[in-house]
């Protein structure tokens, strides 16, 4: 398709107006073309060309869903091992929030509930009156392998690219608690944060979760203002994001702004009914389950991934090639790592490393040879240190598609 200029079109609608619903109108002054069929466009849906200008900064995410936005990592792109911030996933519930450098200069974290002294704390204080740390810890959204879920589980149909493993710079969420002073009455954390609810309406939010205080004091949950050395993305949390590695990603707020502390459960959105749940007990497929029989998810499962090669890989029937990828256990650490180019017939130990701290994913590798011409595949399966292995289908269902661990396998073809 040619343009006027014989230049792509240039889009100039403001990230505001992108993220919070212009109408047809704007998309065709943004896009510099009419949009014949927009009278079919639905309310809310943002054209394709401009969602994707929504992820500035990030580089080859496949959009799964554009209000709220939400884009995964094609695996390959997962092979650093430390997650870069162009590379790192985009998980929304409501609608980005658009900051101004006064906005961010005047950010402040509130502390209050059961707490003794109740804080306000600015961006500088929490660098400047708290120990700095720096962790590499993963994030993987509960939905992470919905995609491969049967029956089909309503939700973004993540595959396997939810997850990431960032340098995460900040403060531990203890010594702030610490610093507030946890009462006897103290069981729960609410977090609430900036983005706005896909309504727009200023009195609801678009998630607020929370985590039992054994979670908030572990000293790798964080209240991180930085990410790799750099500012946050704005789409991952810029100025501030809580990061509970190895829960469900719901659990690291995002663009930070309160901390309640309570003397129950957490009922915040998306805390309760089914939202990040799932049943108290196994149930067939397509069950119907009641909001009493869900539990809330607290760990991750083990799980694995083959960043190199890519699937579809040629290789010299005889010839060695490598295999890598990552490893990761949710409040555990990854005990082994195998291998197999039988479908499962047997497997082949890979080499596999230590985390550089607690909730940092594990690199491993493997040199496998494929024996004659035809096609194979390479299936990669993690097992935790409590013995809980990967397995080769679905582990089970549940209702939202959660906590999906099945084994990530590529094709290869023998030459």
């Known amino acids: 398709?040619?343009?006027?200029?014989?230049?792509?079109?240039?889009?100039?609608?403001?990230?505001?107006?992108?993220?919070?619903?212009?109408?047809?109108?704007?998309?065709?002054?943004?896009?510099?073309?009419?949009?014949?069929?927009?009278?079919f466009l639905p309310e809310g849906v943002i054209p394709v060309a401009l969602a994707q200008d929504g992820l500035s900064g990030k580089e080859g995410l496949t959009i799964l869903g554009d209000r709220p936005l939400n884009a995964e990592t094609p695996v390959h792109l997962l092979d650093e091992n430390v997650t870069s911030a162009a590379h790192m996933f985009v998980r929304n519930n409501g609608l980005t929030p658009s900051l101004t450098d006064e906005d961010i200069a005047n950010w402040t974290l509130s502390i209050d509930g059961e707490v003794e002294r109740p804080l306000t704390l600015s961006l500088d204080d929490l660098r400047g009156d708290f120990q700095q740390v720096a962790l590499q810890l993963q994030i993987e959204c509960g939905g992470n392998g919905r995609k491969f879920i049967t029956p089909a589980a309503r939700g973004n149909q993540w595959s396997f690219g939810a997850v990431s493993c960032a340098e995460w710079t900040g403060v531990r969420l203890s010594d702030v608690l610490s610093r507030a002073g946890l009462k006897r009455s103290a069981v729960y954390t609410g977090h609430y944060s900036a983005d706005l609810?896909?309504?727009?309406?200023?009195?609801?939010?678009?998630?607020s979760r929370g985590v039992p205080i054994a979670k908030a004091m572990e000293p790798h949950t964080i209240i991180a203002h930085a990410m790799n050395g750099d500012d946050i993305p704005l789409l991952n949390g810029h100025p501030l994001r809580l990061i509970a590695p190895g829960w469900p990603?719901?659990?690291?707020?995002?663009?930070?702004?309160?901390?309640?502390?309570?003397?129950?459960?957490?009922?915040?959105?998306?805390?309760?009914?089914?939202?990040?749940?799932?049943?108290?007990?196994?149930?067939?497929?397509?069950?119907?389950?009641?909001?009493a029989d869900m539990k809330i998810i607290e760990s991750m499962p083990v799980k694995s991934i083959i960043?190199?090669?890519?699937?579809?890989?040629?290789?010299?029937?005889?010839?060695?090639?490598?295999?890598?990828?990552?490893?990761?256990a949710g409040d555990n650490d990854v005990?082994?790592?195998?291998?197999?180019?039988?479908?499962?017939?047997?497997?082949?130990?890979?080499?596999?490393?230590?985390?550089?701290?607690?909730?940092?994913?594990?690199?491993?590798?493997?040199?496998?040879?494929?024996?004659?011409?035809?096609?194979?595949?390479?299936?990669?399966?993690?097992?935790?240190?409590?013995?809980?292995?990967?397995?080769?289908?679905?582990?089970?269902?549940?209702?939202?598609?959660?906590?999906?661990?099945?084994?990530?396998?590529?094709?290869?073809?023998?030459?």
């Not at 609810?197 to 998630?207: F, N, T, W």
């Not at 915040?268 to 009914?273: D, H, L, N, S, V």
């Open 1 to 39: 398709m040619s343009h006027p200029s014989g230049d792509q079109p240039q889009h100039n609608l403001s990230r505001r107006a992108l993220f919070t619903g212009a109408g047809t109108a704007a998309f065709a002054a943004a896009l510099g073309l009419p949009i014949p069929f927009a009278r």
């Open 197 to 207: 609810h896909l309504s727009g309406d200023p009195e609801k939010h678009a998630i």
């Open 249 to 291: 990603g719901s659990c690291s707020q995002k663009w930070l702004t309160r901390i309640a502390v309570l003397d129950h459960e957490h009922d915040g959105e998306k805390m309760t009914g089914q939202s990040y749940r799932i049943p108290k007990t196994p149930v067939a497929p397509g069950t119907e389950v009641a909001d």
């Open 307 to 328: 960043t190199a090669p890519q699937t579809g890989h040629r290789v010299q029937a005889g010839d060695v090639f490598e295999v890598h990828g990552h490893a990761w």
């Open 335 to 415: 005990a082994a790592m195998d291998v197999s180019i039988d479908f499962g017939a047997t497997w082949a130990r890979a080499d596999l490393t230590r985390p550089v701290n607690r909730y940092a994913w594990q690199h491993w590798r493997a040199d496998l040879t494929l024996p004659q011409h035809g096609y194979y595949e390479v299936w990669a399966r993690a097992t935790d240190n409590d013995g809980r292995m990967q397995p080769a289908t679905q582990p089970g269902w549940n209702p939202r598609g959660y906590l999906n661990n099945l084994m990530h396998r590529i094709a290869v073809f023998a030459l």
